[in-house]
């Protein structure tokens, strides 16, 4: 093999790895940017289950008293039936 294909060997595998952890660095930067979001959504569902059950979503999520409509909220929020 020459000293030429080697070089271009070398060179491609480089880029590669490169390409592989700019992708990375991508992905986990729009997992972190995109994440709040999710949390928001949640919040606001959490409030209106809150304002059903004639609480405050700080009475729903710290009082202990409300544990099982909590438990109701947080499934219905996340799209499973408890």
């Known amino acids: 093999m020459s000293a030429i294909s080697q070089d271009l060997q070398k060179t491609a595998g480089r880029r590669t790895l490169l390409f592989a952890i700019?992708?990375?660095i991508l992905g986990i930067s729009a997992y972190i940017y995109f994440e709040p979001s999710l949390f928001g959504s949640q919040d606001t569902c959490i409030a209106a289950h809150a304002l059903d059950y004639g609480?405050?979503?700080q009475q729903l999520t710290r009082d202990a008293s409300y544990?099982?409509?909590l438990v109701a909220a947080l499934s219905s929020c996340s799209?499973?039936?408890p």
Request: no cysteine; net charge negative; proline share 8%.
């Open 22 to 24: 700019a992708v990375a």
């Open 55 to 57: 609480v405050t979503p």
């Open 67 to 69: 544990q099982s409509e």
């Open 79 to 81: 799209g499973m039936t």
